[in-house]
């Protein structure tokens, strides 16, 4: 399968703990986002990669949460102290942009975390 | 982005045609309307997209009126496959691309 893939698919941790995610995109795709869903609504975006370079973060990304994607392959997404808040589905896709054409985005299967 | 409006269900029988409808009023004239599901337990899927003309594929097309304050997709020959949650998303097709989801349409499709 060369789609977009994530581990774990489920995660289940105690309130305070930290917890990492991984993201492997589609091989060569140049850029990478992290998405978060929250039962019953749409996905939220979070932050993109433009390969190794962090280029946006939305404000429903805190203090608590960090992205990586260290060598423009695959990322991480940790999430310090975690909250029951935290308690979503997370997202990855990952696109080729090339300049004036249409990209779309390809979204993996995504990371369900669970805060008790 | 714009904002669109979605009916929050819609259901099909199997084999008919499911039609989707989507209202985005204050779509820009540079604004292109994307169609996503998603299949639960599964992360977004992109369907089609366009930005005045009619669009088809192998899995939709796209209607989308001549003033584009509005748009239908449609499935000609829904599947009980087809069930999932269906998103209208309007945005710019240059610079940077997040996708900016609302709640969608949930399509059930029965035999």
């Known amino acids: 399968d060369t789609g977009v893939s994530q581990d774990p698919r489920h995660k289940i941790t105690k309130r305070g703990q930290n917890v990492t995610f991984r993201c492997d995109p589609i091989?060569?795709?140049?850029?990478l986002y992290w998405y978060r869903q929250t039962l019953g609504q749409g996905p939220e975006f979070l932050t993109y990669?433009?390969?190794?370079?962090?280029?946006?973060k939305s404000r429903l990304l805190s203090d608590r949460f960090s992205a990586e994607r260290p060598k423009g392959s695959f990322s991480t997404l940790e999430i310090q102290r975690t909250e029951q808040g935290d308690s979503a589905m997370y997202l990855c896709?990952?696109?080729?942009?090339?300049?004036?054409?249409?990209?779309?985005?390809?979204f993996g299967p995504g990371t369900r975390l669970t805060v008790l | 982005d714009a904002k669109t409006t979605q009916p929050p269900s819609m259901d099909c029988a199997e084999g008919r045609a499911a039609n989707l409808p989507c209202n985005h009023s204050?779509?820009?004239?540079?604004?292109?309307v994307y169609w996503y599901r998603q299949i639960h337990s599964q992360g977004p899927q992109y369907i089609i997209h366009?930005?005045?003309n009619n669009e088809t594929n192998e899995m939709a097309s796209l209607i989308i009126t001549e003033d584009r304050k509005s748009s239908t997709l449609i499935l000609p020959h829904a599947t009980l496959r087809d069930t999932a949650v269906y998103y209208c998303?309007?945005?710019?097709?240059?610079?940077?691309?997040?996708?900016?989801f609302g709640t969608g349409t949930r399509l059930l499709v029965s035999p």
């Open positions: 896709a990952s696109s080729l942009v090339v300049w004036g054409s249409f990209n779309e985005q390809f």
């Open positions: 091989s060569e795709h140049n850029r």
């Open positions: 990669f433009q390969n190794e370079a962090q280029l946006e």
């Open positions: 204050t779509i820009s004239g540079n604004e292109y």
């Open positions: 366009g930005l005045k």
């Open positions: 998303i309007v945005r710019v097709n240059t610079g940077f691309q997040k996708l900016v």
